[in-house]
Each structure stands twice: as structure tokens, then as C-alpha cells.
């Protein structure tokens, strides 16, 4: 199941690092840092996937807390717990259907057998994409007027660690040392992934 808020996040005031943690951490952080100067510009990025996280800092800090609260969760009811199973339609072919219902548990069963094992397959390729995105998306948002961008994205997408660090290197440090740390997964195993001494 899908959490409604990141696990954790990391804010920046113009270049600087001002934050980091939970979401209620790093807002708390945003909102006073934003009192002492309206003037700051502030972003806040998932950890995890380093889109920007919107914050509604209004009122006191027990307003913005209060939310950052997650919903509470219905009342259980009687009877079986539900799975999270999700029905949609799947199109297949009548061999696939036949294959399918002759494996032990049924089509259902099967199927998820099948996602699971693809899953597990792909797992390191689901990082590294997962990685170059979340980069790509910090980047873009921080650095796109930086010198050496264009180059460092082309080298983030070719896992090229040595080319992606040298791009990176006149960045301002809390910038280019988030950026390498969200590159980190992508870039290991590759030309020159091994050297974390910058992250």
C-alpha cells in the first residue's frame, strides 16, 4: 500500500541544505526558516524519488503538523482481513488463458506468481532506472543553470560515474552531494561508480 507522504525528504534554501528527515522534520525546518526570511526560496524533494513536495505552511506549526498527519484508518470490520488484492481486466490470448487455468491455484495465483518472479528479475534494472529518474528530477529542479548539466545528464543516463562526477564537481557541495547520492544506485558497477568519497 501506498504511503500518502514520502518516508523521508531533504530541503534546500537556495543551494544550501537546510533539512533533512521526516516530512514533519523538514517542513517545521522550512517554515522557520522561512519566517526569519520571507525572502528565501525554498524546495523540498522526496528522497525517494526526488520529485518536489508541495508544503502548506500556513498558520502556526501545529497547523502544518497537524497536516502532515496521516488519516486515520477505517474501523476494521468482522470477518476476513482484506488482502489489498485489486481487480482490473487483463486481455490475453485463448492459449494464454488455457496455460494459465491449467497451473496449480488458478489463473490469479499464476499471474501473480509470474510478477513476482519478474519483479525479482528486474529488481537491480528497477533501481538503477528508479535512481537515474529521481537525479534527473533533483537535478533539473536545482542545477538546470549550473555548467556542466547537460553533460552530467547525458552521463547519468550513459552510467557514467567518472564523466557524471567530473560535471558535477564545481556544484555547490550540498547540491552536487545530494546529487551523487541520489545517482549512487545508477552509477554503481560502472566506469568510475566505486569512489564515494564525495557523497
Not at 507522504?5 to 530541503?11: H, I, Q
Request: one cysteine or more; hydrophobic letters at 40%; charged letters at 30%.
Amino acid at each position: 500500500m501506498e504511503t500518502p507522504f514520502p518516508l523521508s525528504c531533504t530541503a534546500f534554501l537556495g543551494s544550501r541544505r537546510l533539512a533533512a528527515g521526516s516530512l514533519a522534520t523538514v517542513a517545521v525546518a522550512v517554515r522557520r526558516a522561512l519566517e526569519a526570511d520571507p525572502r528565501g526560496q525554498a524546495l523540498v524533494f522526496d528522497d525517494a524519488d526526488g520529485r518536489v513536495i508541495d508544503l502548506d505552511l500556513r498558520g502556526t506549526e501545529a497547523d502544518v503538523l497537524a497536516r502532515l498527519e496521516p488519516p486515520p484508518e477505517p474501523p476494521r470490520g468482522r470477518g476476513r482481513p482484506k488482502l489489498g488484492v485489486v481487480p482490473r481486466e487483463v486481455t490475453l490470448l485463448p492459449r494464454h488463458w488455457e496455460w494459465l487455468n491449467a497451473q496449480p491455484g488458478g489463473a490469479s495465483v499464476a499471474l501473480r506468481k509470474l510478477v513476482e518472479e519478474a519483479r525479482r528479475a528486474g529488481k537491480d534494472a528497477d533501481l538503477r532506472r528508479s535512481s537515474q529518474e529521481a537525479a534527473y528530477r533533483f537535478m533539473a529542479a536545482m542545477a538546470g543553470d549550473l555548467p556542466g548539466f547537460e553533460e552530467a545528464c547525458r552521463a547519468l543516463f550513459a552510467g557514467d560515474a567518472a564523466r557524471f562526477r567530473a560535471q558535477v564537481a564545481s556544484w555547490p557541495g550540498d547540491l552536487r552531494r545530494h546529487a551523487l547520492g541520489l545517482a549512487g544506485p545508477c552509477l554503481a558497477g560502472f566506469k568510475g561508480g566505486n569512489d564515494e568519497s564525495d557523497v
